[in-house]
């Protein structure tokens, strides 16, 4: 969901914007609002969106975690404007590792203005990059990833060996009571990853796998929340799990949902009720002060009972920083559970968001 949702920032980034040019930012619609292979590409008309991609390395010294996103918002200048110099589109990219070795994050992160040979998001298919950072969708149908930072390169083929997913109904997911409070969303979890990766002077093969999440929205939170928690889980069976919940203030879960898709394709959606999130353990940061919850059992109501996974992460200190760029801190790791892994979102847990 995510996680991802740094959007918070970017949203305020875009109220800054001059009053006479503001504009109305579209609702993505309840019917059908997902279309393949046409929304692997930008939506530049919605407020904003993203390309998330999460995964596991097998490497020389043991299994490390990887984040490769790309957000796009737009800005609040009518396309009427007739200025070259009007931005109209923020990119921005995070990019980070998670090697039990090190112990933290190693990470980067960029901000750029659409044109100008800066960065751009292709509207026909996934083709989006901040100078030399890309995330491009190739003919076969796989995906193309290179990000260069101080500490680490990542440069890898993510190829799919199952179909979309289309979360909620049909790619409408609601996202709080607000039937306004909704994205368009898809994933594409399972991909089969083949690749280098570089540190120092360094450079090994590697293999894993990952998953990409595609979403796009102009309006998500509900203003009494102040955080969410999401999941997506590759699990070794062929199956793929998605959970996600809002809290507010008091940590009440203010929405939920998500999904359970077996390795047949049968696909269970969960609706607000159907999901729930259980502390087993918190780890505090030493630099902000903030606790989260990295150790949980995620319950999910099925036909056949209650399943439950417990979440345990590769290490603790997975917090991500992004006040460079203007966004929040939180907490986004490489998990494990019995029979699977994947990834887990914290957000807010360092304190309220601002909508």
Not at 213 to 232: F, I, K, T, Y
Request: proline residues 6%; charged residues 25%; aromatic residues 10%.
């Amino acid at each position: 969901m995510r996680r991802r949702w740094l959007f918070v920032t970017l949203l305020a980034m875009a109220g800054s914007g001059l009053a006479g040019d503001r504009v109305a930012y579209p609702r993505v619609p309840a019917e059908a609002p997902v279309v393949l292979p046409r929304d692997y590409g930008a939506h530049p008309g919605y407020r904003l969106e993203w390309w998330y991609v999460t995964g596991w390395l097998d490497t020389r010294t043991g299994p490390v975690g990887f984040q490769v996103t790309f957000f796009r918002t737009r800005l609040p200048f009518d396309d009427g404007n007739p200025s070259r110099f009007a931005a109209r589109q923020l990119i921005l990219a995070h990019v980070a590792l998670a090697d039990p070795a090190v112990g933290h994050l190693e990470h980067g992160q960029r901000l750029a203005r659409e044109g100008f040979g800066l960065a751009s998001a292709a509207t026909t298919d996934t083709d989006v990059s901040i100078d030399d950072w890309k995330l491009v969708r190739v003919a076969d149908g796989s995906f193309d990833t290179r990000v260069v930072t101080g500490d680490f390169t990542l440069d890898l083929k993510l190829a799919p060996t199952q179909a979309p997913l289309l979360q909620g109904d049909r790619g409408y997911s609601r996202k709080g009571p607000d039937a306004d409070e909704a994205s368009a969303y898809f994933s594409v979890p399972h991909l089969s990853v083949t690749g280098r990766l570089t540190r120092g002077s360094q450079t090994e093969e590697v293999r894993g796998t990952a998953w990409l999440d595609r979403e796009w929205s102009s309006n998500l939170l509900n203003p009494r929340s102040v955080g969410w928690d999401w999941a997506g889980l590759n699990m070794d069976d062929g199956s793929a799990l998605t959970v996600f919940r809002v809290r507010d203030a008091s940590g009440r879960q203010m929405w939920a949902g998500g999904s359970l898709r077996d390795a047949g394709g049968a696909l269970l959606v969960f609706g607000p009720d159907d999901v729930r999130f259980e502390t087993r353990r918190a780890w505090r940061s030493p630099r902000t002060g903030a606790s989260y919850p990295v150790e949980t059992t995620l319950s999910v109501a099925t036909p056949s009972g209650t399943k439950r996974y417990r979440v345990r992460p590769l290490m603790d200190d997975q917090e991500l920083d992004t006040r460079p760029t203007g966004g929040p801190v939180y907490w986004e790791g490489a998990v494990r559970v019995d029979g699977g892994k994947g990834y887990l979102e914290l957000v807010g847990y360092g304190g309220k968001l601002r909508p």
